[in-house]
């Protein structure tokens, strides 16, 4: 924590309308409670999808999955990464560890899921193995299991980008109805606030990665529409 408090720290954070999500979950719930996906998995939370959708905006923006290195000539270098290791930030019975989801660039939501899965069971009960918890380029939060809205979440020296996603709320917000007149209408509201080293990514990049996040979350169908 001293030595990621020696970073730079750039921060953003923006609302995510989770309806179309929302709904695209529970109708996958619906079918996985009848026929469980290979692995067995038979409800998803919102974090596979958040982190599928994560890895889809890194193929436009390789650089927030890079990490500091130390050069040839000892000044710092970047290196890229092609692996998406998404660590996920879990609050277990000895504390925070972050174990990572390896390779989420080939998987897919109900894999990510199943590995999430195997993650909590293994941390639960404090049997992660250290390969588990090495290698991530990028991690995500969800504090919105516990409660709370924004926070600032601190990167690793390893990572140049975290994200943390705050408890997804029914709020009131204007949108135009069939007939084109504006209403007040309710919708689903989740929050995400990032932190990036400012050495290697500027807020211009950072705005337009989350652009692309977020947009994948408000329209799920582009996903499936970009898998290859
Ligand atoms: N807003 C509202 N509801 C949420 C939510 C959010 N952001 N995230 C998850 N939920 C819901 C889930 O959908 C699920 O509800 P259903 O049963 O109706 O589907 C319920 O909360 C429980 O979800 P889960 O236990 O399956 O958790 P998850 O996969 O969403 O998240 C994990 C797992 C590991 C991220 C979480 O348990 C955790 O540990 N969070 C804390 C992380 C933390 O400590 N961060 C701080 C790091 S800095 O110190």
Known sequence: MTESLTIPHFGLSDEITMDSSSSFRSRLNARLAKA???????????????VKALSMALKSYPILNSCVVEGA??????AYR?????????DCPNGLIVPNVK??????????????????????????APADLQGGTITLSNIGTIG??????VLVKSEVC?????QIQ??????????????VIPRQILTVSWSADHRVIDGATMAKFNALWKGYLEQPELMASELS
């Not at 000539?73 to 970047?78: I, T």
């Not at 109900?110 to 941390?123: H, N, S, T, V, Y």
Request: net charge negative; aromatic share 4%.
């Open 170 to 183: 029914r709020v009131p917000r204007f949108a135009l109805d069939v007939h084109g007149v504006e209403q």
């Open 162 to 166: 975290i994200g943390a996603v705050g």
């Open 82 to 90: 092609s692996a998406h290791n998404i660590g996920i930030a879990m």
């Open 148 to 153: 709370g809205t924004y926070t600032s979440p």
């Open 103 to 128: 390779n989420v660039q080939d998987k897919s939501i109900l894999d990510i899921a199943a590995e999430l899965q195997r993650l909590q069971e293994a941390g639960s009960i404090g049997k992660l």
């Open 73 to 78: 000539d000892g000044s710092p270098a970047l």
């Open 36 to 50: 469980p996906s290979k692995d067995g998995v038979q409800r998803i939370s919102y974090m596979p999808i958040m």
